[in-house]
Each structure stands twice: as C-alpha cells, then as structure tokens.
C-alpha cells in the first residue's frame, strides 16, 4: 500500500492534512480522508476532526485478484434421506472435527447425488438413513 501524505485537495472542508491511499493494481485511490477542523459545526457541533473511508469493495477485489485460493473437491457427500437428516447433520460435523471436507447434498435422490458427486471429483458418498452407507464413487 502506497499513501501519499503530500496531496493537496481543493475540497472545501478539509483543513489540513488529506490522505489517499492506493494499492497496486487498482487505478484510484482506496483509502481517502484527512482533517476536517470546521466541517462538523456545520451540524451544531463544533469540534475538530480526522477521519477517513475505505473502498472495501475494491480492497477484496485486488486481494481477490491476487490471492484467489485454488478450489479442491470436498472428500465427502453426504446424503440424508427423509427423517435422517439430524443424523447426518452430525456424521458431517464428526469427519470435519477429523480434518474431512464434506459437502451436504440437497437433493433427496442417490442416483442424481452419485451423478453430482462425479461432477464435483468428490470421492465418496455417505446415505444417512436407518442404517450409515459408504458409496465410492467413480470417475
């Protein structure tokens, strides 16, 4: 991050320092500000200040551009049939406590879950029902 401390803004309400701050790879500044001695007895309450606003949006898309995490397949689907589906909200929670990437399905039918499993490279799905099955899926 580059700020400039030497900028001088034509804007009436500051009166002194005016901060810019930029960030490589983005062509306007993301942090502006400075001293605004006068502007708030305009609104009855004279006192002096500092502030400044940051461009979030184009904070996160520069750390976006620059750091975007590499997408991995969950290793596990977990599917729950009608009634089971606290059962499988905990069978979830017990292999993420074990370090296991598991996505839940929302679709209610094996077929279409083994189908999205292979589209997604996850290699295994779980059916919660009465009774716990374990599905490998193939490629």
């Not at 007895?41 to 400044?52: H, I, K, N, Q, R």
């Not at 596990?76 to 406590?97: S, T």
């Amino acid at each position: 991050m580059i700020i400039d401390l030497g900028l001088v803004n034509k804007t009436d309400y500051y009166t002194g320092l005016v901060i810019k701050g930029y960030l490589e790879g983005y062509g306007e500044e993301v942090i502006s500000g400075g001293r605004y001695d006068k502007l708030l007895s305009e609104f009855g309450y004279d006192t002096p200040a500092v502030g400044m606003a940051v461009n979030v949006d184009a904070v996160a898309d520069v750390i976006g551009k620059k750091y975007t995490p590499k997408a991995t397949a969950p290793d596990v689907l977990i599917l729950a049939e009608n009634g089971c589906e606290a059962a499988a909200v905990r069978k979830a929670d017990a292999l993420r406590k074990t370090g296991v990437c598991v996505e839940y399905a929302f679709m209610t039918d094996p077929d279409a879950a083994i189908e999205y499993a292979k589209c997604r490279m996850i290699k295994k799905l779980i059916i919660i029902s009465e009774q716990e099955m374990t599905i490998d899926v193939e490629k």
